[in-house]
Nanobody
Framework: QLQLVESGGGLVQPGGSLRLSCAAS????????IGWFRQAPGKEREGISC????????YYADSVKGRFTISRDSAKNTVYLQMNSLKPEDTAVYYC?????????????????????WGQGTQVTVSS
């Protein structure tokens, strides 16, 4: 049974940093695309960064490019999202999702904001 658990959210001041973790169980990352998504109140869900577990290829939305970095640790079956230079508009609930690389690509996953299995989400609040 595929399970994803996010952690690392919290309250941070503008310009600060946070690192989110997505721990996966029941799968081997090598065969999956893992994505980070966010949803702010009253807004649609946005795919912000996705990574291919097979080779580490990454995709970033323009809104986070240059500030966020996605990475994976296959030994720990965990995907990370390092978020730097945070802005108030980054405030949202952040989710990770996974889908088989047989049926999706990281670009499709992020652009379409789609995923087969989802975590419960972690709140990120950027405020002074």
């Amino acid at each position: 049974q595929l399970q994803l658990v996010e952690s690392g959210g919290g309250l941070v001041q503008p310009g600060g940093s946070l690192r989110l973790s997505c721990a996966a169980s029941g799968i081997t990352l090598d065969y999956y695309a893992i994505g980070w998504f966010r949803q702010a109140p009253g807004k649609e869900r946005e795919g912000i960064s996705c990574i291919a577990g097979s080779d580490g290829t990454t995709y970033y939305a323009d809104s986070v490019k240059g500030r966020f970095t996605i990475s994976r640790d296959s030994a720990k079956n965990t995907v990370y999202l390092q978020m730097n230079s945070l802005k108030p508009e980054d405030t949202a609930v952040y989710y990770c999702a996974a889908d088989s690389l047989v049926i999706t690509t990281i670009e499709t996953m992020c652009v379409m904001s789609s995923g087969g299995s989802w975590g419960q989400g972690t709140q990120v609040t950027v405020s002074s």
